[in-house]
């Protein structure tokens, strides 16, 4: 690779970083054309940027990227490196896990996620558990809307019961009279003899 080639592969690498939340760091060895290829199509389908790098590569890229010090990955770039950069935080770990059911790679080496450091595979799990953003804002806004939800329906419930209860108490005097023939003003007078009756 030539010294302006180095040049590209850097700033292209440098393009996917920039402003990345959810970056990762896996090994895709051991996966033949084919499965490295089906790999790339899930992850495209689930909007997760997979790109093959040079370990010095893309320490030198991120050596230059303002605002997040990602030396604490730099010993994880050994051996063959896959970059993922994802929008969801769990995105890329579900989809590890997912294939790692019928492969034993990819493997995670490291990730950066929510502005924290993940070292190894054995983090690939609590990852994958992470919630994502939209989840989160879904869980708070129903939390928020429970308790509303709750005066809403005791205040609907109620008008309710008083209703049934006095539809309880009218009955007996709307059976008295056939049901065609019940306008609701002799309704309203059988209601008004029921407390004499008592």
Do not use: H, W
Not at 51 to 57: A, D, H, M, P, R
Not at 67 to 86: C, H, I, P, R, W
Not at 176 to 186: D, I, K, Q, S
């Amino acid at each position: 690779m030539t010294k302006d080639q180095k040049v590209v592969a850097i700033q292209e690498i440098k393009d996917l970083l920039q402003d990345a939340k959810v970056v990762y760091v896996a090994d895709l060895d051991g996966l033949n054309a084919a499965k490295s290829s089906e790999f790339r199509r899930q992850a495209f389908k689930q909007n997760i940027k997979v790109k093959v790098v040079k370990n010095t590569l893309l320490q030198k890229a991120m050596e230059q990227i303002e605002g997040v010090d990602y030396s604490e990955m730099f010993q994880t770039f050994k051996g063959n490196s896959a970059l993922m950069v994802s929008e969801t935080a769990n995105g890329p770990a579900k989809l590890i896990q997912g294939f790692r059911k019928k492969e034993e790679k990819p493997a995670l080496k490291s990730a950066f996620v929510q502005e924290t450091f993940y070292v190894g595979d054995e983090n690939l799990n609590a990852l994958a558990n992470i919630k994502s953003r939209e989840e989160m804002i879904g869980e708070i806004i129903g939390l928020l809307q429970s308790p509303i939800q709750r005066v809403v329906s005791a205040l609907q419930n109620k008008p309710e019961t008083v209703e049934a209860k006095a539809e309880e108490a009218a009955a007996p005097a709307v059976e008295e009279t056939p049901a065609e023939a019940a306008p609701e003003a002799p309704a309203a007078e059988s209601t008004e003899e029921t407390p004499s009756a008592e």
